[in-house]
């Protein structure tokens, strides 16, 4: 209960500090029978590891996922899957010089009060490499349903966003670029700002949009585990993370209901989709889609006025190489949090009728 | 695991649909030694009630709470709360003429896609009804944590928003006018809006703003359930809710990070709060305000076209009365959700260390 | 969390304490479409009723539940069910004399430590009153799997014991007399026993034993969820019993491999089964069977010394109508807790492999 | 939700197979702040390992566990701890003779019918390897609440009983002799009973006491979560266990009330202790003591008839190096699982009132 699972059915449980011996995780409640390609998930770990690209923060990490039970002859065994990623760049002296340091914006302070004690080490537990365990999981969640499609892209960064309707994107231009932006236009001015951003020492926000195709209807557990409630959970838990919506969103609450309900077509779909994808809490077999706001990065390579944990004032500055943008990287992180939801709703629904 | 509860160690489990015998549920993991004031808990359950104003449903529902364990001269005892709310309401007749249709943007297609049944009398169990034991739940929450203040408001409705930052509001204005918005102009221009609306059978959306003051620090459990995680979820879970963001949310994605970085003064409180009192999941002290979208309502007093269970062409239009904008009824709900999720925490934090 | 659910799939949630309002529960996650016959319920609630045979109790309880929600035109809709069953015999007076006494053996001095507070009017929440939801629950869990039978009976009062195995006993005698042995030399025996042992103002021990038949094979979900590890906790949390055993039991701690290893037929059944129909937590299709040890009930219609809250010494005596061996009333619980035991691990079978 | 968890608050999740590459797990919940000797673990672990007296089997396993996270500096840091302990044994060769056969009384059969698919090595999943993972929660569990002793003991092998009550024994000698039997006398009729029964190649079962001193009044969480109804479920999940009883146990059934009852000093502590030291579920300061009975050993130093995977009839023999009698070594396994449940109420009762 102490907050490090997900999922009710499929279940994943993970470990690890940012600098500790390694990370990982266990998913528990994946059915037997499942035959895995472990290659596609090192290939989602992959998207999201550091080094990858000139925008994304050039730490070498190679992220090498090592799974230890639950898989027997290349299939699942309805055993717990235990799997590990060795933390290859931990060096604790590059991280003396903030032990005492509360950063703006990080966790150092809230943990500190919280536990009264915490692993300084390039933010321990907080730090955004706990994602990758997340990664292995939504991997594996996806080859549960494999007929479910997950598309997911850059947004926006910054002011800059994509000004089509997702209908209208080529989801198959999402690894074209760095920046994982569908829009060829787009992607370039936003990756013209990351480098602009970079270049001042500074970070900048953006935003992930998800697009989930093939959904079977009936998904999603009213009235409190309702299924946007269980993504937006999902997403809302990711680093950095300041709001969700989902079809209409925030825009939609400046419509009339005569423009806003989507109305049905004799087999049940819908004419339009401000709904997106799901009603009273329940897949409906349209698109699921959803936004996500990034917050820029708060560790900066300009100088910064701060506390210590005495209450000082002190100054500091962000050293090694950290993400200009969060965004391109967050993508498959998004992704993975998606499958893990649908995979476990997709479980629970095996059960709703008789 | 069907959904129906809320909550880790302070957990409301509801029953009840729009049109049955009664509503109600339990709460488990209330501490003993709790004086509770049953009146307050009425008084909140008032604030939702139909028929409050001449801007909201003109149905009659007393909405009377009664408890009936877990209460014992005036303390709680650390038993179950039980409670129910009659269904003063509840005549069948009026619902047949939906019986088979499945009205747009509602619950009744995916209900049936689900379950392959439904209690079609008012929407059943997705009825905005079952929200009434949320308000009872959380109303009992806020008595577990009383140091912590709630303001909950109307921040929208349509194209209308308070245009002021919620710290120059005088929350003392919110129970002033019927939107329950704290700002008298915009509220005046709000209230307009919905009876034009209205006149027209047509429904609006809206935001709702919610300010909590006087956290302790330290709530919040990483990574999953990150504060801010579980009040998304919370939120979202509450019918025509389409987003929610915290502290700088969708627009904080346009900062740089030399914008949002909230500096910290010596006591360890910061000078801005984009972060919205919520650092690395875990509360830091400071407000924490969130924003949530609400869709228009679905049913119009307006003829529709829509399909039957058969998947035949009808037209339908809404009888009886309903809110031409659910917000200012949302504005209880919200707030007894966010109370839900604080206490709940509040009990959790009482164990992180040692 | 605290303690009033039980089940991970279907689960029930309980609430109400001896001598308030009401009791009642909660089932979620009952699947859609089961045609209850709920009859049948209030049946099994006869069955552990007061006042029904000369050798119980005699208190008048009717004990008639109601069902508010989850159920309609008599089939279950996948929404939770809710139910109450009003509490007739609430009369605080009657228990004014025990209001500071801590009764031996009893429950009130754990709670008043443990709560700071207690409902003293018949023993409040710790009541085996609180089993009459239970017996609800454990109904409703029976029709979700048809196909499984269960036989539930006294195996024992005092040192009285059926001497012949179960294989050998005709289930259809368990009704046909007040003790519920369906081995009619033993039953008169344990009758007369529990007479005297009444006309002493005393009370007597027991066992009680179930067997259940047609179980699918598959059943249990290792490593901590074993079939009979989840059986254990259910009949352990039934008031006033002190042990569980299933197949071999204690017994078969004293045998060697050779003995006790079941042989297999070629059809996978085995041609003994000391195992108990469970082997590594899983059902293999042969007859479970268990046998639960319930201690003599505490309170007595004697003189006994005791304390109050304040630790000095007063001596007291049971006022009232109480059970002289509980074992007769407590065998439609055990029944109820074994159903909602198997129900739960059929259900969550569903999704062992795909 | 498929079994791999055990407990609420203090949450220990295992995983891996017999001959997988690595068991382990992850502690969730653990609070911040414990000064842990990880020295005291392994210790544990050492009473748990193969090949550590001449009684026991003589494989040779290290059983090294290493932590992997949430330790920092020597202490907690209230984040999940994860541990592996690799499996140094891993030769699946030994077992291809068993690849196709169902071993009688094991598991083999039942992960067949449930899961499509098993890891037949060594019996993969329902290994009682699994075991040193719950010994290493056990250790960390102690830690949490020093003040608590536990002693656990052999109190029987096959028909040879310790006589004397547990009060009597001087739990110093538990570890003086390899059969973990505190009664020298009795320790040494049981050795020399194993060590012919090993002659035979046959195997015996046996019981273990646990005997729990220094227990916080107001432990367990009624009504389903009972203190016995966790430990017995606890206990119950263990290989080989067929049956749990506390206090007077089955014994008890055959006494009176009146006999029964434990009479209250004035302090609150009582003049004798048939209650096992919990009341209502609820620890009430007395010692709690409990029996758990062991089958023997299914797999046997002799041919056996049994049948594959296609119903054919085949005849086997044990391979390898077994236990004759799983009763020492089981010994820290059942200490550890009370620990883990101790552990859990402890830190659960401290939000059981304000």
Partial sequence: MA??????LFKLTTFGESHGTAIGGIIDGCPAGVNLDLEKVQEELDKRRPGQSAIVTQRKEPDTVEFLSGIFEGKTTGTPIGFVIQNSNQKSKDYSHIKDTYRPSHADYTYDEKYGVRD???????????????????????????????STYTASVGEIEISV????????????????????ASAEKMET???????????????????????????????????????????????????FEFGSGFEGTKLKGSQHNDQFNTDGSTTTNLSGGIQGGISNGMDIYFRVAFKPVATLMQKQQTINSKGEEVSMQGKGRHDPCVVPRAVPIVEAMAALVLADFFLQNKISKI
């Avoid at 080490?121 to 999981?137: I, K, L, N, P, Q």
Wanted: glycine letters at 12%.
């Fill in 120 to 150: 300084y080490r390039g933010g321990g537990r907080s730090s955004a490499r706990e994602t990758a365990s997340r990664v292995v999981g939504g991997a594996i969640a996806k080859q549960i349903i494999p007929e479910i499609s997950f």
């Fill in 165 to 184: 309707d997702h209908k209208e994107l080529d989801f198959n231009l999402i690894e074209s670029n760095p920046v994982r932006c569908p829009d060829p």
């Fill in 3 to 8: 907050g490090n699972s997900f999922g009710t």
């Fill in 193 to 243: 700002l990351i480098r602009e951003i970079r270049s001042q020492g500074d970070t900048i926000g953006g935003t992930v949009q998800c697009v989930i195709k093939n959904v079977p209807k009936g998904l999603g557990e009213p009235v409190f585990n309702k299924l946007h409630a269980e993504l937006g959970k999902a997403m809302l838990s990711i680093n950095a993370v300041k709001g």
